[in-house]
T-cell receptor, first 115, second 110 residues
Framework: DVKVTQSSRYLVKRTGEKVFLECVQD?????MFWYRQDPGLGLRLIYF???????EKGDIPEGYSVSREKKERFSLILESASTNQTSMYLC??????????????FGPGTRLLVL | DQQVKQNSPSLSVQEGRISILNCDYT??????FLWYKKYPAEGPTFLIS?????DKNEDGRFTVFLNKSAKHLSLHIVPSQPGDSAVYFC?????????FGTGTRLQVFP
């Protein structure tokens, strides 16, 4: 079974803090993704990576950056947290070599509250 | 502009009856379609998918129907069970990226 783990289930941070969210997958997947989920807005893609040290902007990258130094690990960084970044953050991975038509597998999510 | 729409934010169904969740998309280039189920405070779990070369895919109580001409996707759950109560997201793609709908909250009552 695919396992995607996220470093924290719940986080509380203050405005202006730098926040790191970590994600690890154990299936040797090429692709990794970060989403945020907000009520009524579904899942929105922040960034994704299709290889080590490679990254691509998703639909809402502003205020975020990412790092992928190892294939199994994909980090989301909030450089200076703001209250509008309070959300549920979801990491996902997929095989990445099938040319599309792939299932993404999600971690349990990190619920971030920025005060 | 939303490329994927789930027009019903919520649905309430009696246990044992059929649940039908709907999803509409705008781009005929999408060729792979998925349904995910999400419980509160958990990540989405993959439920079922269908390729554009098919119009139906079945897995136990879950069946996905694809109507390409109408750009419409539906998920049927028969019979519905209380454990099916969750938020259901449809997703579409023709690349490595998924585009998600806004979700439908299904409640199955006894």
């Amino acid at each position: 079974d695919v396992k995607v783990t996220q470093s924290s289930r719940y986080l509380v941070k203050r405005t202006g803090e730098k926040v790191f969210l970590e994600c690890v997958q154990d299936m040797d997947h090429e692709n990794m993704f970060w989403y945020r989920q907000d009520p009524g807005l579904g899942l929105r893609l922040i960034y994704f990576s299709y290889d080590v040290k490679m990254k691509e902007k998703g639909d809402i990258p502003e205020g975020y950056s990412v790092s992928r130094e190892k294939k199994e690990r994909f980090s989301l960084i909030l450089e200076s947290a703001s209250t509008n970044q309070t959300s549920m953050y979801l990491c996902a991975s997929s095989f990445g070599l099938a040319g599309g038509q792939e299932t993404q597998y999600f971690g349990p999510g990190t619920r971030l509250l920025v005060l | 502009d939303q490329q994927v729409k789930q027009n019903s934010p919520s649905l309430s169904v009696q246990e044992g009856r059929i649940s039908i969740l709907n999803c509409d998309y705008t781009n005929s280039m999408f060729d792979y379609f998925l349904w995910y189920k999400k419980y509160p405070a958990e990540g989405p779990t993959f439920l079922i998918s269908i390729s554009s070369i098919k119009d139906k895919n079945e897995d136990g109580r879950f069946t996905v129907f694809l109507n390409k001409s109408a750009k419409h996707l539906s998920l049927h759950i028969v019979p519905s069970q209380p454990g099916d109560s969750a938020v259901y997201f449809c997703a579409v793609t023709n690349t490595d990226k998924l585009i998600f709908g806004t979700g439908t909250r299904l409640q199955v009552f006894p």
